[in-house]
């Protein structure tokens, strides 16, 4: 049974069921349309489906799915679409779908017809669960992109998620959900089986305003991006109790070592602790150390300090960031013969619709990404022997 919620702007009609199979569901969504333009099923009325692409998401667990759908209706102005949560339940005795399913209706601006974006939550119990791909393409709109938005942890197994990748345009990650360093190897490994590495990851956002800063302060430094004269990068990041890796500190140096051109298997590290490393650039060795620090105002894993310290011209030359409060607070020091400048960044981190809007805005190849990715293993390789 429909039941419908109101306001001036937007109607939603919702209808849920147990057991149920993918040509129920369709038929559901297609009466939830014609009820909400007031019309029975089959008629002529003026609710349409806007749907500008398809939105898959994977959630561990249905608290994850809720905060899934939360997120995707805040982008639904913006990017209305078809979405399909996903909660698999593979260990359940026998293979079942539960279904809930919302129709966000609206009246389109300058006309006077009603406009659905539509949302799909899948509970797949039992053997049903190993067949994803076979409950989700029937449920696609046709010829439209697909997105995959994996919300948690990569699976120890590839089976479940490799047959989520197989309809998608892009997959989406959050390697801040990672825990120990595996996501990210095989988040890694995942590129040379997918044309063009079409990954984009949240935490990479997340990154932006730390890669900014450091692009623009070292164009004013006489060093530059120089990697002849780099000697050190040292990395601080948040210590935590639930193992979560440090994905942006990996990322961030995948991001060095791309730009700077490192060469992470060219030194040995016997005898280093295991926080530190010796990469090659040339014929100049860097100093690389990633280090857990007791801030507790930002999520484990999270970056605290960046520091870059170069060995050229008349005495050493600096560069710190570090983070001072939340919302990202940092503050900026840069070290030239002797004297030190410093100067304050107030940055505001974006929100998870947000940073997923820009994930759906932006070209689903992201090479600087997946350069970063690729760059990072080597490091991370590293780091764990």
């Known amino acids: 049974m429909a039941e419908a919620v109101t306001d001036t702007d937007e109607t939603t009609l919702t209808w849920s069921g147990r057991a149920v199979d993918t040509a129920q569901i369709e038929a559901e969504l297609a009466k939830l349309r014609f009820q909400a333009a007031g019309e029975p099923a089959g008629g002529e009325g003026f609710a349409i489906r806007t749907s500008l692409l398809n939105m898959v998401v994977y959630a561990e667990d249905p608290e994850s799915a809720r905060q899934a759908s939360r997120t995707i ?15 698999a339940r593979p260990a359940a005795g026998r293979s079942r779908i539960d279904a809930q399913l919302a129709a966000h209706c609206h009246v389109s601006a300058g006309l006077e017809q009603q406009v659905c974006c539509e949302e799909v939550t899948l509970h797949i119990s039992g053997p049903a669960a190993h067949h994803l791909h076979s409950i989700i393409i029937p449920l696609l709109v046709p010829d439209l992109p697909v997105y995959v938005w994996w919300t948690g942890r990569l699976p120890r197994e590839r089976h479940m998620f490799e047959q989520l990748i197989e309809t998608a345009d892009k997959i989406i990650v959050d390697s801040a959900n990672f825990t120990g360093r595996g996501g990210l190897q095989r988040l890694a490994e995942l590129c040379p089986d997918l044309t063009g590495c079409p990954l984009g990851d949240l935490n990479w956002e997340r990154l932006a305003p730390w890669r900014q800063i450091l692009v623009q302060r070292c164009e004013m430094s006489p060093a530059g991006w120089r990697p002849e004269s780099l000697a050190a990068v040292e990395i601080g990041y ?15 140096l995948g991001w060095l070592s791309a730009r700077l051109g490192w060469d992470a298997a060219a030194l040995p590290r016997k005898g280093l602790a295991p926080s530190r490393l010796i990469v090659s650039a040339g014929h100049q060795r860097v100093s690389i150390s990633v280090t857990p620090e007791g801030y507790g105002a930002t999520e484990p894993g999270g970056l605290v300090s960046v520091k870059l310290l170069w060995h050229a011209g008349p005495g050493p030359q600096s560069i710190k960031i570090s983070r001072l409060a939340d919302p990202l607070h940092l503050s900026v020091a840069r070290e030239e013969r002797g004297r030190v400048l410093e100067d304050h960044v107030l940055a505001q981190p974006l929100g998870q619709s947000e940073m997923l809007m820009k994930q759906l805005d932006g070209d689903p190849l992201d090479p600087e990404y997946s350069q ?12 764990s022997t």
């Open 238 to 252: 948040a210590r935590g109790a639930n193992r979560r890796a440090p994905g942006q500190a990996l990322l961030l």
């Open 73 to 87: 209706g805040v982008l639904a102005g913006h990017h209305p679409s078809r979405a399909l949560i996903v909660v």
């Open 372 to 383: 970063a990715l690729q760059n990072a293993l080597p490091l991370l390789a590293a780091l």
